[in-house]
């Protein structure tokens, strides 16, 4: 078994702590697990995004030419990385934010999940990141929602653990959408 | 029969290769006598750093840590960390400690560590063959200021004692000379008294000791030991700049 | 087994240096390696130790040598221009025979360059690096792991030998997280360290110093200094193969790229290429003796770095004239860390 997911968006929108969510949630299911995050130079405001690789063997390379899934959160983490997704992947487009019209390819899964909407409708906009990872669970099995519940005592610092309810409805949500509900 | 006049315990028996006139043994001895009056040489650790200050473990029965060019101070922050209990004190010249080592005299006196500094200023690089220093005086010629120092140029010569007595590191910064008995006596004053700083872990003591290089200098060694008292002084004042026992506080 | 950690290479580095005994640490703030000096500035005051924000990178392997000079384990770490700076004391430490561990997060140059990923230091730290002739030990790990386990080692090195000890990675290795066992020092013989300075407390007197003038000294302590590296490159050098043994390429990497190779190689195999690869773990003392041998089994290289050819020279120079040895080189810069699919078609074109 082997997944392996890019994870884009700008500065802000909660790419990395998605990334360390997914991997402490994949590392509890006793897999193997990189996360390799790469941002702009700047603060806040640049481009982020981070490569999360999931095995049951080595992780091999934490660097990721062709990932099996794109979860794109920004139009400019589609149009910038759309044509690295691997044929038979999967593209997860925050359809709040992205024209999915703008993605050329009959050979990939497209998944459109509002997560905007979602997030603000849930009560706070910033969590547009576990609606994404909601819907990535969803469509990829590589981690169950538990466990990505689970990961968020792990991944939050301990001031925040009472938002964990409130991102474990998001990531729910987020699934129920990539599921079509 | 009284003996009046011993080699201190923290100096070698050894004949002095330093030339004729040279004051480095003078401040040696001096260094010498506060270590054996505190008690310390069986746990000093003394820093030396580059110039003709590097032989200090030629003369001192002391351990001794050599430093780069001018990093003495840094070094020195090294091992008084490590070792708390030892008496760590460095040995440096102008051109190591005010032009190559400014940095890291002034952040180790800014930290307050904890240690001793013995500054002699000569005016000149001794070791490399007398060029302008730092410290060099306006005017005064030197191997690489062969028409004298220009202060338009080479800016004015800096005034160490004075420059550290600004920092909130800082316990003790005094400048001494050891040109005639009077000031002799008063740097061994002075000295012990900045020891006495570190014995009581009350922070960075400093003293800056005036003296001669009469190969550099081109003269002979009395003539030389007139100008400490004719030019130099007069620029570099003497004085305790700094003595604040609660600096640390 | 210990309770699997999650965390950045840079950290395990740092927690490495805490397991294997350091409690001074001295350095100064430099993208992408500041990881380390944050999680030591939290984490020494604990342990009693002593953490320093030098004012320069010169100060810190300074405060590095002043420590190391009283027997006590310390580190400093920095990236490439930081690194720059450190190699006036690396020299002066190497002439002392101080042991003392540095970390180089390496970013890419000349000059500012960037804070990507990079392997363009090669040269600088296994040829010695600063003034004077003298070889250090440097470790190049490829994983969160490795960053742990090697920093220990590296410690080890560096009291079994008396010799400053780098740890070069890259922002790849410093900065992503994977799974850490924080397994235990290891258990290494270690002479006593009976040149320290510790004040006389009624012995003889010790010096620490690397000025040497008298008639024939200097030379001698040359010559010393070399032995000890003749002795390490007998008994320290380490390396990783995979796929080696029928493999008709021999892909050479180390570090972050290498992990990425591994991945390519493992896909080349997939095609039915008979591809292996060959990690230098340990680039000074250069594994000479294991790479000749896979080498000249595999009869052809293929060595792969990210700058424009470094340790290429050392390969070549270990398997001598029998064996082609190519090169494929990505110079640092955002977005040039090759992907495991791009090594794949360099793998391909290579083999024969």
Redesign the interface.
Known sequence: MRHDVLIAGFGGQGVLLAG?VL??AA?DDGK??????AYG?EKRGGTANCTVVIADG?????????PSVLVALNQGSLDRLGSKIRSGGICIINSSLVDATTLKRSDVKLVSVAMNEIATELGDPRMVNMVALGAYAELTGAVSLEALAEALK?ALPERNHRFIPANAKAMESGARSARGE | MQQVFTRPESLKDVQTHFCPGCQHGTVHRLVAEALDQFGVQQKTIGVASVGCSVFLYGYFDIDVVEAPHGRAPAVATGVKRARPDSFVFTYQGDGDLAAIGTAEIIHAANRGEDITVIFVNNTTYGMTGGQMAPTTLVGQKTSTSPYGRNKAKDGAPIKMAEVLAQLGGVAYSARVAVNSPKNVLQAKKVIKRAFQFQAEGKGFSFVEVLSSCPTNWGMAPLAANERIGEEMIPYFPLGVFKDDPIAQD | MSK?L?VKGNEAAAMGAIEAGCRYYFGYPITPQSDIPEYLSRELPKLDGEFIQAESEVAAINMLLGASACGVRAMTSSSSPGISLKQEGISYMAGAELPGVIINISRSGPGLGG?DASQSDYFQSVKGGGHGGYRIAVLAPNSVQEMYDLTMHAFDLADQYRTPVMVLGDS?IG?????LVPNPRPVRELPAKEWAVRGKSGGEQRIVKSLFLGDGELEAHNWRLHAKYRQMMEKECLSEEFETADATLLVTAYG?VA??A???V?MAREEGLKVGLFRPITLCPFPEEALKAAGQRAGRILDIELNTGQMVEDVRLAVGSGVEVSFYGRPPGAGS??????LLDQIRKHYA
Request: aromatic share 10%; hydrophobic share 40%.
């Open positions: 360390n991997s402490y590392l193997n697990v990189s996360y390799f995050p130079v080595a992780v091999g390379s934490p660097v990721v030419g062709s792990a | 699997r999650f804070i790849v900065q992503m997280k994977e799974a972050s992990r990425i591994h991945t390519a493992a860390l090759p992907s495991p699919e791009e």
